[in-house]
T-cell receptor, first 115, second 113 residues
Framework: GAGVSQSPSNKVTEKGKDVELRCDPI?????LYWYRQSLGQGLEFLIY????????KSGLPSDRFSAERTGGSVSTLTIQRTQQEDSAVYLC?????????????FGPGTRLTVL | AQSVTQLGSHVSVSEGALVLLRCNYS??????LFWYVQYPNQGLQLLLK??????LVKGINGFEAEFKKSETSFHLTKPSAHMSDAAEYFC???????????FGPGTRLSVLP
């Protein structure tokens, strides 16, 4: 079956503009994660959706960042008034359930460049 | 709370040599441990995971890792490196629930001819 897909694969924007990044998880997966990977650094957790429960937003770096997940499937990460330090690869992952043993399946990422 | 450290941000080995990538964790609950690999310009994929069954876990591409509770370690090994193993490797720890998933900073493996 299809894996996790993300769009766009690359996004170049000007400082101050808003951007939307999309994630299509694997069908039937109840958990969805967003991470940020900056150049030469590890993965930084951003937000976690678990079924219909309220998301865990503890990793969002500022109130310019928000995310939603519609119908328990597709998720959109929105960054308002982008800054140069927002430049990074944004990775989405999904897992079948919310258990700690579940494998996360990652999308290819969206590379965001803020000029 | 969980945390992960990976000793060595960059490891170089010769083709055919032993690969050893170190991972130490901290967890307030019995941990579940994972190794993911990221090839250039690709997303992460699971290499192997420990979920409290056998302490020696075998994964894809000839990799294996051993959970050592006394040392709080989960080091990744491969007896003989191949050029195609060059990638970034991430160790991760999870508790009982998925939202406690924490990745280490990663180790970049280079394989020299």
């Amino acid at each position: 079956g299809a894996g996790v897909s993300q769009s766009p694969s690359n996004k170049v924007t000007e400082k101050g503009k808003d951007v939307e990044l999309r994630c299509d998880p694997i069908s039937g997966h109840t958990a969805l994660y967003w991470y940020r990977q900056s150049l030469g650094q590890g993965l930084e957790f951003l937000i976690y959706f678990q079924g219909n429960s309220a998301p865990d937003k503890s990793g969002l770096p500022s109130d310019r960042f928000s995310a939603e997940r519609t119908g328990g499937s597709v998720s959109t990460l929105t960054i308002q008034r982008t800054q140069q330090e927002d430049s990074a690869v944004y990775l989405c992952a999904s897992s079948q359930t919310t258990g700690g043993t579940d494998t996360q399946y990652f999308g290819p990422g969206t590379r965001l460049t803020v000029l | 709370a969980q945390s992960v450290t990976q000793l060595g941000s960059h490891v170089s080995v010769s083709e055919g040599a032993l690969v050893l990538l170190r991972c130490n964790y901290s967890s307030s609950v019995p941990p579940y441990l994972f190794w993911y690999v990221q090839y250039p310009n690709q997303g992460l994929q699971l290499l192997l995971k420990y979920t409290s069954a056998a302490t020696l876990v075998k994964g894809i591409n000839g990799f294996e890792a051993e959970f050592k509770k006394s040392e709080t370690s989960f080091h990744l090994t491969k007896p003989s490196a191949h050029m195609s193993d060059a990638a970034e490797y991430f160790c991760a720890v999870s508790g009982n629930y998925g939202q406690n998933f924490v990745f280490g900073p990663g180790t970049r493996l280079s394989v020299l001819p």
